[in-house]
């Protein structure tokens, strides 16, 4: 039976499983007042948006749209500038117009953004300078400087998190309705990186064709500048359900539907250190009526696949669950195959998307994290691959990027090699790729979608 809608289900039923994850806050109470300030507040988002999310997720289950999840590994909280934001919104809507050439449907526009700021961690501590500190668990928890007391969790965080959840937020939504970006000028965005060096003259011919495309879409009389459905920006917003505190704090009853919605973001996920079948995370999205995914590592078993899908969606139900494959480039054609065939022939209509992220990650010389360009692609290869082979649609890319030029991934067009990791290297947690690395990510797709 479906945890959502039962009344035997509340926000607080997590609690009696384990939760992988959590801080060790210091002050139960600081937290508890923290808390009692939150269930105050008003939602994020609101459950008629994560419904329409839902929906057109449920396009993407059908084959009949893509899914394009994308932005920071851990936001900042130094990051919310208008600038800042308008940046990394031109750059999705710029791979979101190649992509919907490529796969020739439309493609829905979701943010690792508005909240993404808390991390699991492989290890609770680190060593730093021969002392043992805690590990930095993202801004919502605590500092990233690497000092005992910075990294000690203070619960006003999550206060900060939703204030800065909220004034990215109202930025979005700003620019949603302010006719930021038309299709026109996204595309001359578009042309100006494939003139910009060789590795775009490589798309010259794709972008030609979308220059065409549009110019007939013109003659036809259709308006590309000023219609209402060229000129809509909607960036829905995600992150990693792992404060459980938090996420039940901000999680309301839906009066119209009488379900429970997690007003803290439209998409929630759960993460690979997170997806025990019968822990905490799954037993608290299990119960609401969000869209969530799940991502799924190279140790995930049939069992425990369809273990988490009947658990998650058991009306199976075309938009609730998207499944997040990260298993590597070296590992996916090995390991997601038996996944997606047990999921399809026991009738779960999920989304099936890749990230070619976190399965790649490698120490560089220096001793920083990295991830190759040609491991990102060839793991997108081989999830097109398994996907073909299983008649199954290839639902959508989940990726780690940011609009600026840092050199944080190795490789790509602009070759970033090992000795330039130092030069841009500003992540607050795993390494992105840099604005041009996307932009060629994307064509890559695309050309790969028509084919
Ligand atoms: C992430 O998405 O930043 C992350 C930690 O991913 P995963 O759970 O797949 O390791
Ligand atoms: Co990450």
Not at 309 to 326: K, M, N
């Amino acid at each position: 039976m479906s945890a959502v809608g039962s009344p035997h289900w509340s926000p607080v039923a997590w609690r009696a499983h384990a939760a992988a994850q959590q801080p060790a806050w210091p002050d139960a109470a600081a937290l508890e007042r923290v808390l009692a300030t939150l269930r105050e507040w008003p939602p994020l988002v609101f459950a008629s948006e994560a419904r329409r999310l839902r929906a057109a997720l449920g396009e993407v289950a059908q084959g009949r749209a893509f899914l394009l999840q994308a932005g920071d590994c851990a936001e900042s909280f130094d990051d919310v500038s208008a600038e800042s934001l308008h940046e990394r919104l031109k750059l999705v809507l710029q791979m979101a117009i190649v992509l919907t050439y490529g796969a020739g449907v439309h493609v829905v526009k979701v943010g690792r953004i508005a909240g993404q700021y808390a991390k699991p961690r492989s290890s609770p501590t680190e060593v730093v300078d021969g002392a043992e500190i805690q590990s930095f668990r993202g801004p919502m928890v605590n500092s990233g400087i690497a000092t005992a007391e910075a990294r000690v969790p203070d619960p006003e965080r999550l206060v900060l998190g939703y204030q800065r959840a909220a004034i990215t937020l109202d930025l979005l939504r700003g620019f949603a309705t302010g006719g930021f970006a038309d299709l026109g000028r996204v595309h001359t965005w578009n042309r100006e990186f494939v003139a910009s060096s060789p590795v775009g003259r490589r798309y010259e011919g794709l972008a030609d064709e979308i220059h065409r495309a549009l110019r007939f879409m013109r003659a036809c009389g259709v308006d590309v500048e000023r219609d209402a459905r060229f000129r809509s920006v909607e960036l829905w917003t995600s992150h990693e359900a792992l404060l459980l505190d938090f996420e039940e704090a901000l999680t309301r009853r839906d009066p119209e539907s009488g379900q429970w919605y997690d007003g803290s973001a439209h998409l929630l996920w759960i993460g690979e250190r997170t997806r025990a079948v019968d822990g905490a995370h799954v037993a608290f999205l299990a119960g609401v009526a969000n869209p969530i995914g799940v991502k799924l590592g190279p140790s995930a078993s049939v069992d425990d696949v369809l273990g988490l899908c009947e658990r998650l969606d058991p009306e199976r139900s075309p938009g609730r669950l998207t499944l997040i494959a990260r298993m590597g480039a070296r590992q996916v054609r090995e390991r997601l195959p038996a996944l997606v065939n047990a999921v399809r022939a026991a009738g779960f209509p999920v989304v099936w998307a890749c990230d070619p992220m976190h399965g790649n990650t490698a120490l560089a010389g220096d001793g920083r994290k990295t991830r190759h360009f040609d491991d990102v692609l060839g793991e997108l290869e081989g999830f097109f691959d398994v996907c073909r082979a299983a008649s199954v649609w290839p639902g959508g890319i989940h990726v780690e990027l940011t609009a600026g030029d840092v050199t944080e991934c190795l490789g790509g067009g602009d070759d970033v090699r090992p000795e330039d990791l130092g030069l841009r290297y500003t992540t607050t947690c795993d390494p992105r790729l840099n604005g041009r690395q996307s932009l060629d990510l994307a064509f890559r797709v695309a050309e790969r979608l028509r084919g």
